[in-house]
């Protein structure tokens, strides 16, 4: 199995291309040689979001918060955990909601957290409400079947 995937950098947004065998392998993105994968979410804006969103092989996995809602701030360790435990099968993103308006209406979002899988650009599941890691799993499980762990 050597499918290409493209990985987009959470540092520089640079895209790389690399077979699926070797998301593992502690990959370095082409453009800015930093890890492809840190095993934390990654804090995105608009236009990097984009980016991730339009290149990304890789499910984008996304949770919209806000600093003052409490929900968010027990949601927060779950994501992390999960993070570290299924990165590179899928992206884990943070995107602000104060600070980020503009996506939150974009997709509809109406109470925090809400979490989302984004796959190709489309949204691909939703859930409104803290989701526990084990959803975050199934998740990762369905739409990144093929993906090494
Ligand atoms: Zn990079």
Redesign the pocket.
């Known amino acids: 199995m050597s499918e290409a995937l493209h990985v987009v ?1 959470p ?4 895209v790389n291309r690399l077979p699926a065998e070797r998301l593992a392998e502690a990959a370095r ?1 082409g ?2 040689k ?1 890890a492809l994968f840190t095993g934390q979410p990654v804090a995105l804006d608009g236009p990097r979001f984009d980016k991730h969103l339009a290149k990304s092989d890789l499910p984008l996995i996304v949770d919209f918060w806000a600093a003052w809602c409490g929900p968010c701030r027990a949601m927060a360790p779950i994501f992390e955990r999960a993070a570290a435990a299924l990165e590179p099968r899928a992206r884990f993103i943070k995107v602000d909601v104060d600070a980020n308006p503009g996506l939150a209406q974009r997709f509809g979002v109406q109470g925090i957290p809400a979490l989302f899988v984004f796959q190709h650009g489309k949204v691909s599941a939703r859930q409104s409400g803290v989701a526990q890691e084990a959803q975050l799993r199934a998740w990762v499980d369905r739409f990144a079947p093929a993906l090494a762990a």
């Not at 540092?11 to 640079?14: A, N, P, R, V």
């Open positions: 950098c540092h520089c947004d640079g993105c453009r800015c930093d």
